[in-house]
C-alpha cells in the first residue's frame, strides 16, 4: 500500500450526492466525478473500463453523447467559460451504482474500494429520500382526490373568514400635488 493512499480522507456525501445525476432515467454518476473519488485519472479509468468491457453491460454504464456531455458540463459550471483542460475532448461515460461497484474492483485499488462503499451509500442513501418523497406525493395526491370538488368552496370560505377577521382598512385620501402652506 502506498503512503498516499493511507493519507486520503473520506469524501462527505453531500459531495458525493452532488455528484450524483439522473440521466435517461437512470441515477449515475460521470467519469470525471469518479475519477476523482477514486484517486485516478480520467485516463486511467477509461483505459480500465475498455480492458474489462464485459464487466459492464448498459445497464451498469452508457456513454453520453457530445450533446449531453456539453449540456452536463456548462450546468455544472458556473461560468460561462470553462478553464484550461476542463473542455469536453471526448463523450463522457456514466455509470450507475452497480458500475460504481464493479470500477472498484478494475481498479482495485485501496482508495478505490473505500470510496466505492461511499459511492454506493450514497447512492442508497439518495433511493430511500426518493422512495420517502414518492410516498409523501402519493399521500398528498389522495389528499387532493378526497377535497376535489370542495377545494374551491372551500377557498372561497376560507377567504370570508380574512375577511371577517381582518376587514379592509379604508383609506385616507391625501391631497394630491402641492399643499398650501
Known amino acids: 500500500m502506498q503512503e498516499s493512499e493511507n493519507k486520503i480522507a473520506p469524501t462527505p456525501f453531500k459531495i458525493i450526492e452532488s455528484k450524483i445525476f439522473v440521466l435517461r432515467s437512470h441515477k449515475v454518476m460521470i467519469d470525471r466525478d469518479i475519477a476523482e473519488f477514486y484517486g485516478v485519472s480520467v485516463k486511467r479509468l477509461n483505459e480500465q473500463v475498455k480492458r474489462n468491457r464485459d464487466r459492464f453491460p448498459d445497464d ?22 470553462l478553464k484550461k483542460g476542463k473542455n469536453l475532448k471526448y463523450a463522457p461515460y456514466a455509470f450507475t ?22 459511492v454506493v451509500r450514497a447512492f442508497v442513501r439518495m433511493r430511500r429520500v426518493f422512495a420517502m ?10 389528499l387532493e382526490n378526497k377535497v376535489g370538488a370542495h377545494d374551491s368552496d372551500l377557498q372561497n370560505i376560507i377567504i370570508m373568514l380574512k375577511q371577517l377577521i381582518d376587514p379592509p382598512i379604508e383609506k385616507e385620501e391625501k391631497p394630491f400635488g402641492f399643499a398650501p402652506k
Open 97 to 118: 451504482e452497480h458500475g460504481a461497484v464493479m470500477l472498484a474492483s478494475v481498479l482495485n485499488s485501496s482508495i478505490a474500494i473505500r470510496a466505492s462503499i461511499q
Open 133 to 142: 418523497n414518492s410516498e409523501l406525493a402519493l399521500k398528498i395526491e389522495v
Open 60 to 81: 451498469f454504464m452508457f456513454q453520453l453523447t457530445m450533446e449531453e456531455g456539453m449540456a452536463l458540463l456548462v450546468s455544472r459550471s458556473q461560468f460561462a467559460t
